[in-house]
């Protein structure tokens, strides 16, 4: 990938899942350190620290799963939903909204037109530091999709899948 990188093949080089430490080592131990980190970011999982490591070695956090993929009652969660009627904007927008403002890249999955639309219209509002704040408490610290990408029996179920 950094021979691609140097030849102009590539314009990014981006990882996927990498806690901070490997992070910091493989930025360490190559010529061209990756410049995205996707890992599961969103209003219940906000990667906080991770971020700030990414920020250290200026790579940009990329968020899969920014909508919680509607788990932990995502679409009616009560902060959420008093912070959306505020800006007559719907949870999703709130959400993808609050990550664009902490600077996260956001590429959210939507199979409907109107979501889709919604989803896209979130550069006519900014959220207050009092809403930041508060979605803030939000964070669970913890991944709701699949567990730790840690832990060795996730890893040898993601393992299986492959055969």
């Avoid at 992070?23 to 131990?29: A, M």
């Avoid at 679409?75 to 719907?90: H, Q, V």
Wanted: charged content about 25%; overall charge negative; some cysteine.
């Amino acid at each position: 990938m950094e021979e691609a990188y140097k030849e102009g093949k590539l314009h990014t080089i981006g990882v996927s899942n990498f806690p901070s430490d490997r992070l910091i080592d493989l930025s360490h131990n190559v010529s061209v350190k990756p410049m995205v980190n996707q890992v599961e970011t969103h209003v219940f999982c906000q990667q906080v620290k991770a971020k700030e490591y990414m920020d250290e070695l200026d790579c940009k956090i990329m968020a899969w799963g920014p909508l919680a993929e509607g788990k932990n009652g995502f679409l009616s969660n009560p902060s959420l939903t008093e912070i959306g009627t505020k800006y007559n904007k719907s949870v999703a927008q709130i959400a993808l909204r609050y990550l664009l403002q902490r600077d996260v890249i956001i590429i959210p999955k939507s199979s409907k037109i109107e979501r889709m639309k919604q989803n896209i219209d979130i550069f006519d509002f900014e959220l207050s530091k009092e809403d930041m704040d508060k979605i803030l408490e939000l964070d669970a610290k913890h991944s709701l999709v699949i567990g730790s990408h840690q832990d060795p029996e996730i890893t040898k179920w993601f393992m299986s899948l492959l055969g």
